[in-house]
């Protein structure tokens, strides 16, 4: 009966949203009145997961699952759900993740919430508080199955140590054919995943050409960002289409996001609302992102950025 959660891995290291699902699961383990089992797919050092709450691990090694397969993913924890006799499964919202949990509400006769933001306000009924019209609103929403699924947003639990230790037990469920191979996988390896990071410095329009770019790369070299872009920089070949952020790019819900030279069209704002502490930098004080921002400054990108850059840059050495 203990809560399950997957936790996400690449190249046998556990993803930062793998501790944060581990740690949300056990605050909802611990209001249960139960323990919580994570599942870990080709991961090393699982027994680091009892750090952030988990008591068991369910170890799975196996080749077939090396490139992710949502219908394979599905089927792993859809097996460790029934072994364990789960009734609440705790999933990130990365993409992999969101591919998989249609196929394991199915799998499972499960109600699926997605975007949630914090730990259930209860357990009976279990009522979680979500996201929604694209970050702008929060509904409470009521799981009735017997078998409840819950996506937690990235960036809106935290990380939670706990002191624990974890048992590892190897697990060897059966891997169905999906009827799908992924042949091969292109990533970035010298930069901050943008679903991962803390921190986001996106460009816009405003930066006048890719020339430019430098001082966005810059500045997130000094803050440990990822850098990001608006659509239509994406779209003029500027900047990598891995780069845009926004309702039809990537979500962002980073702790702080910072704009410079994005006007922030609606459809950009509702791919970022997520993210906690928003800044703009823009010469249109009428630019539609001020209303959004917490903070913001109207003045030349080009003068602004490498003098914050090099304010940040004296403030790290003066505490480092």
Not at 26 to 45: F, L, P, R, S, Y
Not at 51 to 75: H, T
Not at 277 to 287: C, G, L, S
Request: glycine share 8%; with cysteine; hydrophobic share 40%.
């Amino acid at each position: 009966m203990s809560v399950l959660v997957y936790t996400e891995s690449e190249n046998g290291k556990f993803k930062k949203a793998a501790l944060e699902v581990v740690s949300y699961a056990k605050a909802v383990a611990d209001q249960m009145g139960t323990t919580v089992t994570a599942v870990a797919i080709n991961a090393d050092n699982s027994d680091s997961l009892g750090a952030y709450g988990a008591s068991k691990v369910l170890s799975v090694k196996d080749e077939s699952l090396n490139k992710f397969n949502a219908k394979k993913y599905a089927a792993v924890i859809e097996q460790a759900a029934k072994n364990e006799s789960t009734k609440v499964v705790v999933l990130s919202s990365s993409a992999d993740s969101k591919y998989l949990a249609p196929i394991l509400a199915v799998g499972l006769d499960a109600g699926y919430v997605s975007n949630v933001v914090e730990a259930p306000s209860s357990t009976s009924p279990f009522t979680v508080k979500r996201t929604a019209f694209t970050n702008k609103a929060f509904a409470n929403t009521e799981i009735n199955t017997d078998v409840k699924i819950v996506g937690l947003s990235n960036n809106s639990f935290g990380i939670v140590e706990a002191g624990g230790s974890a048992s590892v037990e190897d697990f060897s469920p059966s891997i169905p054919d999906s009827g799908v191979s992924v042949e091969s996988v292109d990533k970035a390896t010298d930069k901050v995943s943008i679903a991962d990071a803390e921190i986001v410095v996106s460009g816009g329009r405003g930066l006048k050409g890719p020339e430019n770019w430098g001082m966005i790369e810059e500045l997130a070299d000094v803050l440990g960002a990822a850098t990001a872009c608006s659509k239509p920089v994406s779209d003029l070949g500027w900047r990598p289409h891995s780069e845009h952020v926004g309702q039809t790019g990537k979500p962002v819900a980073s702790n702080l996001y910072i704009a410079v030279g994005i006007s922030g069209a609606i459809q950009h704002l509702a791919g970022i609302n997520a993210s906690k502490i928003k800044v703009v930098i823009n010469t249109d004080p009428e630019a539609p992102f001020f209303k959004a921002a917490d903070y913001g400054v109207v003045g030349d990108a080009f003068e602004v950025v490498p003098t914050l850059i090099e304010k940040l840059k004296a403030f790290k050495a003066q505490n480092a």
